[in-house]
């Protein structure tokens, strides 16, 4: 009769882990989510947190810090209808490149602007994150998400609701974002006073 065998300590280890990574890999999935990389993050997280950072710095005012969330040669966009493509030649709501960021800027913070001497404040919701496109080469990605934003000034309350779609680079910091188109919902309604910051 064959004496058996005991299995080495390696070999169980082996095994035991793979038992583990089996059934984190099927707990996931019944979730319908991927496992977390070897850091314990992954991309969708990150991406939220960016687009939950943007929105902090809005409602914060820290209109350098929302600035710094694009790339050098990056795009905040608000086209005035749905079916534009193009930003460049056309009608827009906002068009703007740093340079024009940086305008804004100055404006929002100058000591004479005098609309903004009225106490006011916004407040973003931001949602639905979807990761709609992922270059597997550079890691770049286009992402899309929902938003609603209610701001208060001169007593009144207004509110806007909408779609972000970032296109988003990788870079070493992480990632920054190329281009960002706004399209707002309520984008044609009558308004008192046009948007003095960013959606």
């Known amino acids: 009769m064959a004496e058996k065998t005991k299995p080495n300590a390696k070999s169980v280890a082996r095994k035991s882990a793979a038992k583990k990574s089996t059934a984190a890999a099927t707990r996931a999935a019944a979730k319908g989510t991927k496992p977390s990389g070897p850091n314990g993050r992954d991309t969708l997280r990150d991406v939220e947190q960016l687009l939950y950072r943007q929105a902090e710095c ?47 800027l100055k404006r929002l913070t100058h000591p004479r602007a005098w609309s903004q001497k009225t106490a006011w404040g916004t407040n973003h919701v931001i ?52 281009l960002q188109r706004v399209d707002m919902v309520n984008a044609e309604g009558p308004y008192e006073y046009v948007l003095q910051a960013w959606v």
């Open 127 to 178: 949602g639905n994150v979807t990761i709609e496109k992922e270059d597997a080469r550079t890691g770049d990605l286009v992402v899309r998400s929902r938003f609603h934003m209610m701001e208060f000034r001169n007593d009144t309350t207004r509110h806007f609701a909408g779609s972000y779609i970032h296109h988003l680079k990788k870079t070493k910091a992480g990632h920054r974002i190329k």
């Open 58 to 104: 809005l409602d914060g005012k820290r209109w350098q810090d929302f600035i710094e969330l694009f790339t050098e040669d990056g795009t905040y966009w608000m086209p005035a209808e749905p079916e534009q493509t193009t930003g460049d030649g056309v009608p827009s709501i906002f068009w703007e490149d740093r340079n024009l960021m940086t305008v804004r």
